[in-house]
Each structure stands twice: as structure tokens, then as C-alpha cells.
T-cell receptor, first 117, second 114 residues
Framework: GAVVSQHPSRVICKSGTSVKIECRSL??????MFWYRQFPKKSLMLMAT?????????EQGVEKDKFLINHASLTLSTLTVTSAHPEDSSFYIC?????????????FGAGSRLTVL | AQSVTQPDIHITVSEGASLELRCNYS??????LFWYVQSPGQGLQLLLK??????LVQGIKGFEAEFKRSQSSFNLRKPSVHWSDAAEYFC????????????FGPGTSLSVIP
């Protein structure tokens, strides 16, 4: 079946540095990907919709300059947390839709846990 | 805007017992509804979905859910729980512009007693 791969699964960085998280659709093309943030014991908060070849659409309250999203190809979207601070520590999850099957069901990556020291 | 509530933060059941996880939504039109399960270290997995038609939906792993428009509910059920069902369960609703974009409920954590 369709798989969405996220890398890295875990990353630790120093405050002030930038971190890039990759989200890849394996064996299928994804014109749209979604980025979520999940706090411990909390639900998933939609951060932005990533559209291949165009600018991402951010949800209200999400800083687009802090969380840079690039969707340069049909199989890759990246989330860059710029000038990371401890409050950015979280679990980041991406998802993609399998186009062309008629199902339009989201497939999720396993997530990337970011810890900012 | 649409929203989803899951009244039970945590539920504990004995293995073999029946299970019902509650979900209520707020949306003006017919919603697209989903149940996902999240196990530690794994991505979210779709259990079942409702778009239209039969209001009783069968999913994977023996789960089913019933859409009740009058109650704005989409409760998840399983007749006999297995220890491997212990996980976090999320109800979600499509936002109506497309059912690709979904909004998640707060989740219900399920513990299973052997």
C-alpha cells in the first residue's frame, strides 16, 4: 500500500538553529500534503497545506516565517523550523492524499519528534 | 467552522469486553467523518470513514461506526476488544472544501486490561 515516509524520526537541536523535516510519498504522487503538530497527550493541530509548485496555505495562528514549507516535487514536501526554540519542541506529522484512486484517503507519516535544547 | 469533540479522554476496558468511543461533530452540512488510530511509534492509521450512504460503516480490525445525523455523532464500536487495541483514537471531520483536509478531535486514550 501507499507509504509516507518522514525523516528524521527524531532530531535534537540547539536553540537558534534551523531544522528541516522531510516528508516523502513512496510509490505515489502527492500534489497536496498536510503538516500537523501534536503536543504530548494532545490532538493533531493542522499547521498548513502544502501544494506542489505553489505556496503553502497556513492555518490561522501558524507563523509562516517560523515554519517554512516547500513542496518542490510531487513526492517531497519539507518543513523547516527556523531559529528553533524550546517551545517549538513537538511531534510533527505529515500526511498525503493518494490521487487518482477515487478514495482521497490520507496516508500519514510516522512523525518526527523535535527536541530543542 | 467545523469541530470535533471526544468526551472521553481516557477509557479502560477488559480484554474481550465491548467498546464504544464517542465522537460528536459540529458542521453545517453533511460531514466527511473519519476514525484514526495512533499507536506508539507508528503513524496514524485509518480505521474507517463515512462520506455518504449507509450510516453504519465497517472498518478494519473489527471496528464499526454509526453516523447519526440527529445526534451529530459518529461513535466507534468494537464487540470484543483485544489487548493490541490499546492506542490513541482520533475522530476527525472533513472541512467540506475537500475531504483531504481534516480536523481532528482531542483523542481518546484506550487502555486494555488483560
Amino acid at each position: 500500500g501507499a507509504v509516507v515516509s518522514q525523516h528524521p524520526s527524531r532530531v535534537i537541536c540547539k536553540s537558534g538553529t534551523s531544522v528541516k523535516i522531510e516528508c516523502r510519498s513512496l510509490d505515489f504522487q502527492a500534489t497536496t500534503m498536510f503538516w500537523y503538530r501534536q503536543f504530548p497527550k494532545k490532538s493533531l493541530m493542522l499547521m498548513a497545506t502544502s501544494n506542489e509548485g505553489s505556496k503553502a496555505t497556513y492555518e490561522q495562528g501558524v507563523e509562516k516565517d517560523k515554519f517554512l514549507i516547500n513542496h518542490a516535487s510531487l513526492t517531497l514536501s519539507t518543513l523547516t523550523v527556523t531559529s528553533a526554540h524550546p517551545e517549538d519542541s513537538s511531534f510533527y506529522i505529515c500526511s498525503a492524499t493518494i490521487q487518482g484512486t477515487g478514495a482521497n484517503v490520507l496516508t500519514f507519516g510516522a512523525g518526527s519528534r523535535l527536541t530543542v535544547l | 467552522a467545523q469541530s470535533v469533540t471526544q468526551p472521553d479522554i481516557h477509557i479502560t476496558v477488559s480484554e474481550g469486553a465491548s467498546l464504544e468511543l464517542r465522537c460528536n461533530y459540529s458542521y453545517g452540512a453533511t460531514p466527511y467523518l473519519f476514525w484514526y488510530v495512533q499507536s506508539p511509534g507508528q503513524g496514524l492509521q485509518l480505521l474507517l470513514k463515512y462520506f455518504s450512504g449507509d450510516t453504519l460503516v465497517q472498518g478494519i480490525k473489527g471496528f464499526e461506526a454509526e453516523f447519526k445525523r440527529s445526534q451529530s455523532s459518529f461513535n466507534l464500536r468494537k464487540p470484543s476488544v483485544h489487548w493490541s487495541d490499546a492506542a490513541e483514537y482520533f475522530c476527525a471531520v472533513g472541512d467540506g472544501t475537500s475531504y483531504d483536509k481534516v480536523i481532528f478531535g482531542p483523542g481518546t486514550s484506550l487502555s486494555v486490561i488483560p
